[in-house]
């Protein structure tokens, strides 16, 4: 009888951090796909080093104030501070900065759609430095999801010419240097620090160089001449995107095989797409709906594998 109850509780405990994690993914990929025509609206007004010097600047502030308000130890020990930075300097500084200039040269939605070719090279870091396999399963799902992504992206890489390779190119650095940032997360493993505070330490550390940079080379508008859409994508982005789901990012990397972490961002391009197609005007196409049925299909068949607790 005591077994019994112990295995149901088991399958309990199991099937709500199933949940949990479904949950978590399904709020990271609103956030972030909404912060892509957010960041289009923002750039309107705002360079992209005063964007991020910003950006980085309030997740900070906004970060590190909740720590001490929950009374989180703000000190970091030093066997961490490495891992740390180097994660940050990828996942935060390299990625964010990167997706700024590359949505200047090219369309937001196909920005979006390069940017989240993270999870090829993430499975590839993961095995390279961690020694994970990926099963068929996983093939299977990034497969999927890589297939969205060439539905949404179509021919159009190619059709602009060498001219047009500079925002691809900067894209395509964004989803490597997430992807490196991710797999360097996961390898560091237990980390003794709260998720809240490494994340407000990393975003410390990201806005030096850029409030350095938006000294030396931007001269943005004042305030009071940004558009209202500037303002509303600013709270939008400050909040959800810099704030929120970079810190459930860090958290759910830890919940996580670096393939379902990876897998489940495809979401992400979904709604960066979706919502560039409402906000922001680009064409509306029946490739949009496959591609969110590959999509889905792609974290489905991962996430939902039989025998695998996340």
Not at 68 to 80: F, K, N
Request: glycine fraction near 8%.
């Amino acid at each position: 009888m005591n077994l019994t109850l112990a295995r149901s509780q088991l399958a309990l405990l199991r099937h709500s951090r199933r949940l949990t994690t479904l949950l978590l993914i399904a709020t990271i990929g609103l956030f972030w796909g909404g912060n892509w025509p957010a960041v289009r609206f923002i750039l309107m007004d705002v360079p992209p080093f005063t964007l991020r010097a910003i950006g980085f600047s309030t997740g900070a502030l906004l970060l590190m104030s909740w720590a001490r308000w929950r009374r989180l130890p703000l000190r970091v020990p030093a066997g961490e501070w490495p891992w740390l930075i180097a994660t940050g300097f990828f996942t935060i500084l390299g990625f964010n900065l990167a997706t700024a200039f590359g949505q200047l040269k090219m369309p937001t939605s196909q920005a979006a759609i390069i940017a989240f070719s993270m999870p090829c090279w993430a499975l590839l870091l993961g095995w390279w430095l961690l020694g994970q396999r990926i099963t068929r399963r996983q093939w299977l799902g990034l497969a999927c999801g890589q297939a969205g992504l060439l539905v949404l992206l179509g021919p159009m890489a190619l059709a602009s010419g060498p001219q047009g390779l500079a925002g691809p190119a900067i894209m395509l650095g964004a989803a490597l240097s997430w992807a490196l940032g991710t797999v360097l997360i996961k390898k560091r493993g237990i980390w003794q620090s709260h998720a809240v505070v490494i994340t407000g330490w990393q975003f410390v550390l990201c806005a030096v160089p850029m409030i350095v940079m938006m000294m030396a080379r931007e001269t943005p508008p004042p305030p009071a001449a940004w558009q209202a859409s500037t303002w509303l994508a600013l709270g939008y982005h400050l909040l959800f995107s810099i704030t929120l789901a970079q810190m459930l990012w860090f958290m759910n990397v830890n919940r996580l095989t670096i393939a379902q972490a990876t897998i489940s961002t495809l979401i992400i391009p979904t709604v960066g797409v979706s919502s560039a197609i409402l906000l922001l005007g680009e064409p509306l196409s029946m490739k949009v709906f496959l591609a969110l049925l590959l999509t889905l299909a792609a974290v489905a068949i991962v996430m939902l594998e039989k025998g695998k607790s996340p």
